[in-house]
């Protein structure tokens, strides 16, 4: 009798466990997954794709998100074939668009989306696909914002954006600049750095309105659309670091300073972002 009452609860919670393992190796949609099938004896079938979100995770926001996979087989071939359905569109600066973007995507930053998208895009009910650098970029989601204001019913986000495309091996054209890797800072080393008589020029290259609202104290603001022309503010011969907002426009910003004969040029690793989560200090406000 004793042995029974023990074998019960012992036979309880193995079945317990049992579900919870299944559970756990399930697809969003119920299914279990191939490495589920293969435990259970059963042949694997297809990975799941990602499963489309239903709606941005900022409730305020009333698009929706896609990702890589489901892109990629929207745009499949060339844009000839998908381009009166579908208006891809990078929200990056010109650039980064420049240097490389998904083939058959139109080049519109948020400011530029009121004044530009209704001649680019003249069929309110086309759907449009926003994308910046990934999940930390805001560009592609203030892009779709504006489009929204301007009456844009089906707007949706790629919110892995060009790291994630370009990772899983697709298609990416452009022009790049010349290959050069700067040496990155972190927030302490730069913080360290300030107050010498060597201290570095500070270059935020986020848009003005960013950059108004917290920037590092001491930092000039030279948006990366504006370096090229404004090149003369950033002295040759200066140690330089480059601020972003999360890191995904230093490379591409201390190419263009290298290419331009800015030879000592780091940047803060992981940008402002870093900046402000290590809690150093920021200025806020206009100036």
Same mark, same amino acid.
């Given at each position: 009798m004793n042995t029974i009452r023990l074998a019960i609860p012992c036979i309880l919670l193995a079945c317990f466990l049992a579900c919870s393992k299944a559970s756990n190796t399930s697809t969003l949609d119920g299914s279990p997954s191939s490495s589920a099938a293969v435990a259970a004896g059963q042949p694997a079938g297809p990975e799941v794709p990602s499963v489309r979100i239903a709606q941005n995770p900022d409730a305020s926001d009333a698009f929706t998100l896609i990702p890589t996979s489901q892109l990629a087989a929207k745009i499949a071939g060339p844009p000839a074939g998908w381009a009166s359905k =579908?208006?891809?569109?990078?929200?990056?600066?010109?650039?980064?668009?420049?240097?490389?973007?998904?083939?058959?995507?139109?080049?519109?930053?948020?400011?530029?989306?009121?004044?530009?998208?209704?001649?680019?895009?003249?069929?309110?009910?086309?759907?449009? =696909? @926003?994308?910046?650098n990934g999940p930390k970029c805001t560009k592609s989601r203030k892009a779709?914002?504006?489009? =929204?204001? /301007?009456?844009?019913?089906?707007?949706?986000?790629?919110?892995?954006?060009?790291?994630?495309?370009?990772?899983?091996?697709?298609?990416?054209?452009?022009?790049?600049?010349?290959? @050069?890797?700067?040496?990155? /800072?972190?927030?302490?080393?730069?913080?360290?750095?300030?107050?010498?008589? @060597?201290?570095?020029? =500070?270059v935020d290259v986020r848009d003005k309105d960013e950059f108004e609202q917290f920037r590092i104290p001491g930092s000039r603001n030279i948006p990366l659309d504006e370096i090229e022309s404004r090149i003369k503010e950033i002295p040759a011969d200066d140690p330089v670091v480059v601020v972003d907002h999360a890191g995904h426009q230093a490379g591409v910003t201390c190419r263009l300073l290298h290419s331009l004969q800015r030879k000592k040029v780091q940047h803060l690793e992981g940008g402002i972002l870093a900046w402000r989560q290590s809690g150093k200090n920021v200025d806020l406000g206009a100036r």
């Open positions: =579908i208006v891809l569109i990078d929200a990056r600066t010109r650039v980064e668009y420049e240097e490389g973007h998904i083939p058959g995507a139109l080049n519109l930053t948020p400011k530029n989306v009121p004044a530009n998208l209704p001649s680019k895009a003249p069929d309110k009910a086309l759907e449009l =696909i @926003f994308y910046c779709a914002r504006a489009a =929204i204001a /301007l009456g844009y019913a089906n707007v949706v986000e790629y919110n892995e954006g060009l790291p994630a495309w370009a990772q899983a091996g697709l298609n990416v054209e452009g022009k790049p600049l010349p290959a @050069f890797r700067s040496p990155a /800072l972190t927030p302490d080393a730069l913080e360290r750095d300030q107050p010498r008589n @060597f201290a570095p020029v =500070i």
